[in-house]
Structure formats: C-alpha cells, structure tokens
C-alpha cells in the first residue's frame, strides 16, 4: 500500500522560499511519476509540478516555471518541491501524487493520480 506524507508548507513573506516534501511509503518509488498540485479556497485542485520515476525529466505550470523546482531523491523515497520567490497567489493547500502508470499527456491531470498526500499548507504574505 502507498502512502504520501507531505511537510514543509508554513507561512512566508512575499519574495520568501520554502522547500515542500513529500515521503512515500511502499516498494518501487523509482518507477512513479511524483506531482504537486495546489487547491486555493473556491478554486479546483490545479497542477504545479510533476517529475517522472527516474527523475531525469521535470514539468512545470507555466505559473511557477522558472521559480519552483522539482526533484526526486529515490533512495531516500522522497520528492521535493523548492519553491522562490513566492507570491501572495500561491497561497494554497500543496498536495501531492504518485502514480506508477502515467503517459505524458495525462502528468498534469489530478483524476489520473492514484495516490495522494493529506496536504500542506502554504500562506505567502503580501
């Protein structure tokens, strides 16, 4: 059985960083495709990241592309989310996702996930 826990998430300046992770229990990490994805209050769950198992390939939304950073550290069966120069409109819960069975077309699409995390906080403060 996989299980996702997810820490990090607090509350940060405008401009500020913060480092989200997400730690997997069950076998074969290196073969699931992580993703983070975020829900605003009144808002639908969006995606922000995702990396495939071996972790030689990352996709961003283009809201966070070039300020958030995705990484996989499969001996340690754990994904990152490095998150600078954060904006007010980031505020959200962060979640995230694994699933081994992923094609390309479906990463950025939360219903194609199998397994998620209970989610973190994350405020920016403008």
């Known amino acids: 059985q996989v299980k996702l826990v997810e820490s990090g998430g607090g509350l940060v300046p405008a401009g500020g960083s913060l480092r989200l992770s997400c730690k997997f229990s069950?076998?074969?990490?290196?073969?699931?495709?992580v993703g983070w994805f975020r829900q605003a209050p009144g808002s639908e769950r969006e995606f922000v990241a995702c990396i495939k198992g071996s972790g030689s390939s990352t996709y961003y939304a283009n809201s966070v592309k070039g300020r958030f950073t995705m990484s996989k550290d499969n001996a340690k069966a754990t994904a990152y989310l490095q998150m600078n120069s954060l904006k007010p409109e980031d505020t959200a819960v962060y979640y995230c996702a694994a699933d081994s069975r992923l094609i390309t077309s479906s990463l950025g699409i939360a219903s194609q996930y199998d397994y998620w995390g209970q989610g973190t906080q994350v405020t920016v403060a403008s």
């Open positions: 069950g076998s074969a990490f290196r073969t699931y495709t």
